[in-house]
């Protein structure tokens, strides 16, 4: 059974910083792409950042470039997301997902996280 459980939620001030992670279980992710999405409430879930299996390419929002960095620890199978300078508009619960399509960034996601709580106060 696949699982991808995220981490690392909570609440900061605006201009602060938090660090997401994300971990798989289950099957080799070796050669997946990994992804964060958010959604906050009343809004459609939207995508945030993206990384390829290798973690040689990396793909962003334009609300969130320049602020935020996802990563791998391929070794691992963990993904993370540098959040900085956060905005109250960056509150939101944040998911990870993992794509088993081959091209990047991915037009779908397969497997999914719970999803983690980001607070953002003003």
């Known amino acids: 059974q696949v699982q991808m459980v995220e981490s690392g939620g909570g609440l900061v001030q605006a201009g602060g910083s938090l660090r997401l992670s994300c971990a798989a279980s289950?099957?080799?992710?070796?050669?997946?792409?990994w992804g964060w999405f958010r959604q906050a409430p009343g809004v459609e879930r939207e995508f945030v950042a993206a990384?390829?299996?290798?973690?040689?390419?990396?793909d962003y929002a334009d609300s969130v470039a320049g602020r935020f960095t996802i990563s791998r620890d391929y070794a691992k199978n963990m993904m993370y997301l540098q959040m900085n300078n956060l905005k109250a508009e960056d509150a939101a619960v944040y998911y990870c997902?993992?794509?088993?399509?081959?091209?990047?960034?991915?037009?779908?996601?397969?497997?999914w996280g719970q999803g983690t709580q980001v607070t953002v106060s003003s």
């Open positions: 997902a993992a794509s088993v399509l081959p091209g990047f960034p991915p037009g779908r996601y397969d497997y």
């Open positions: 289950g099957r080799t992710f070796s050669r997946l792409a």
């Open positions: 990384i390829n299996w290798s973690g040689s390419r990396t």
